[in-house]
C-alpha cells in the first residue's frame, strides 16, 4: 500500500473545513481517488465543455488595499483625499499610480486599471466572497458560511480537478484566503494547498519495506519509476491512474520547487511574494489553470502613508517581475493576473491619518490573459469616492475570467437544494478590454 494521502482538515478564518488533498491506494489495484478527479476533467472534455490551456493568477490583497493609493492617486482632489504618497509617472502618458510603485509604473503598458470596480459589502468576509464568488453573502461577517463557489472551484467543476497530461491541480491556493472553496460543487473542486502534508505527499519517501512485492527499490523515486517501467507495472493502469502516478512520480511536483530556475529570475521577483508569484507562474505553464496568490497586511486603519511604504515595495517588486516574466516567456497570451482585495478605502483620509472600509471603490488591476492592456477602464468621481462611469461590478471580473479561462457564461450546476443554478447571472465581460 502506497498512501499519499494527508487526512488533515482545518478551519480557515470563516471556520470552513478543507480537504488537502489526494489518495493513492494500492498501486494497479484500482483504488485510487487521484484517477477519479482526472476522469472529471476528461468527462467534461466529452461532453463537449470548452477545455483551454489559459489560466489565472489571482493575487489577493487582504484586508482591503486603498484604490487611491494604488492605482487612482487622484492629486487633483482636495488635499484630505488625495493621495498621502504622491503618485509617479507610468508609460502610459498622463497615467499615475500612487508614488510606492515605481516598478509597478514601468510595466503598466502591459497593465489595464480599472478604475470604477465597485461592490456593496464593507465587510472583510462579506467583500471577500462577493469578489472571489461573484454574489454577496450579507451573513458572512456575522459567522455565515459561504454560500456560492469561487472561480477557482468552477474553473476546476468545468475543466475537472486535474490537469488531463501532467496531472496538476486546476486550482492551487498559495496562502490562506476567505471564501475561495467549492461549496455545493463538492470537495473535489476545493483548492490545492501545498503547503504542510498535501505538499510533502508530492515528495514521497519509498521504503524497501512498502516496495517488498515490487523489488527491493533503494534509491527513491528515480529507481521506483525505473523499475515500474522494467516490471511493466504502469501497464496494468488505466490511463486515469497512469496520470495519477505521474503526477506522484513525474515532474509536476516539481513546479512547486523554484530552485531550478534562473537566478536572475529569482532575484528579479525577490522575496516573499516574489517568491510565490514565481511559483505561481510556473504552475501555469505545468497546466495548472487557477492560482490565488494571498498578501494581506492592506487594512490600514491608521498612518496609511507609514503603512504603504512598509507593504508596498514588495507588492511592487513581484508584480512587476511577474508582469515582464510572463511577456517575455511569451504566456501573456494564456495567463491573466488579477489584482484586487475585498473593498478599497474611505476617500477621506480620517483622524488617525488612515482609511476605513469603502466598498463603493475598490482597487482593481489585471495583466494578460490576451486581454487588451496598456489602457485604464473607467474614472472615479473627482474624490474618488465612487465611479464617475460606467460601474465594473464583481460579476462584470468574473465574466471577463470566465471569458479568458473559456467557461460558458450560462454554465449551470446543481446546489445544496438540488437545483440548477447558474454561476454567473447578470455580469459581462469588461468590453474594453475583450
Not at 466529452?46 to 492605482?71: N, Q, Y
Not at 454560500?147 to 498559495?174: E, F
Request: proline residues 6%.
Amino acid at each position: 500500500m502506497l498512501d499519499l494521502l494527508s487526512n488533515r482538515t482545518y478551519r480557515d478564518c470563516e471556520g470552513t473545513t478543507r480537504r488537502e488533498f489526494l489518495k493513492i491506494g494500492t498501486l494497479g489495484a484500482g483504488a485510487m481517488a487521484l484517477p477519479q478527479l482526472l476522469a472529471a476533467r476528461a468527462q467534461a472534455a466529452a461532453a463537449g465543455r470548452p477545455v483551454k490551456d489559459t489560466s489565472v493568477v489571482w493575487v489577493w490583497l487582504g484586508g482591503g488595499p486603498t484604490h487611491i493609493e494604488t492605482f487612482d492617486p487622484k492629486l487633483s482632489a482636495p488635499s484630505e483625499y488625495r493621495s498621502v504618497t504622491g503618485e509617479v509617472s507610468t508609460k502610459l502618458p498622463g497615467i499615475t499610480v500612487g508614488g510606492t510603485f515605481p516598478q509597478l509604473a514601468s510595466v503598466i503598458d502591459r497593465m489595464a486599471l480599472v478604475r470604477s470596480f465597485t461592490h456593496s459589502n464593507s465587510g472583510h468576509a462579506g467583500g471577500t466572497h462577493f469578489v472571489m464568488t461573484g454574489y454577496d453573502n450579507r451573513t458572512a461577517d456575522n459567522g455565515g458560511l459561504p454560500t456560492r463557489p469561487a472561480m477557482g472551484s468552477v474553473l476546476s467543476r468545468v475543466r475537472g480537478a486535474n490537469h488531463p497530461r501532467t496531472g496538476m491541480p486546476t486550482y492551487v491556493r498559495l496562502g490562506r484566503l476567505g471564501a475561495d472553496g467549492p461549496v455545493f460543487l463538492g470537495p473535489a473542486y476545493a483548492p490545492f494547498d501545498p503547503s504542510g502534508q498535501a505538499r510533502r505527499n508530492m515528495e514521497l519517501a519509498v521504503t524497501d519495506e512498502r516496495l517488498q512485492d515490487r523489488r527491493t527499490l533503494l534509491d527513491g523515486l528515480d529507481r521506483l519509476k525505473r523499475r515500474a517501467d522494467h516490471d511493466a507495472l504502469i501497464e496494468g493502469l488505466d490511463r486515469f491512474e497512469q496520470q495519477a502516478f505521474d503526477l506522484v512520480l513525474g515532474n509536476a511536483g516539481k513546479a512547486f520547487d523554484t530552485k531550478g530556475e534562473d537566478p536572475h529570475v529569482v532575484e528579479r521577483y525577490g522575496k516573499g511574494l516574489g517568491e510565490q508569484l514565481l511559483r505561481a507562474r510556473r504552475l501555469c505553464e505545468a497546466g495548472c489553470g487557477f492560482v490565488t496568490v494571498s498578501y494581506g497586511g492592506w487594512d490600514m486603519h491608521g498612518q496609511i502613508e507609514r503603512s504603504m511604504k512598509r507593504r508596498a515595495p514588495e507588492l511592487d517588486r513581484a508584480l512587476a517581475a511577474f508582469v515582464d516574466d510572463v511577456y517575455n516567456r511569451g504566456l501573456s497570451e494564456k495567463v491573466l493576473l488579477v489584482v484586487t482585495g475585498e473593498f478599497g478605502r474611505t476617500p477621506k483620509i480620517n483622524r488617525n491619518a488612515g482609511r476605513d472600509h469603502w466598498a463603493p471603490l475598490s482597487t482593481l488591476a489585471l495583466a494578460g490573459g490576451g486581454l487588451r492592456m496598456g489602457q485604464v477602464v473607467g474614472q472615479s468621481a473627482r474624490k474618488a469616492d465612487i465611479p464617475n462611469s460606467k460601474p465594473i461590478r464583481p460579476q462584470d471580473l468574473m465574466a471577463t475570467v470566465f471569458h479568458v479561462l473559456g467557461i460558458d457564461p450560462k454554465v449551470q450546476f446543481v446546489n445544496q437544494a438540488g437545483r440548477p443554478v447558474y454561476m454567473l447571472e447578470e455580469g459581462q465581460p469588461i468590453a474594453e478590454l475583450v
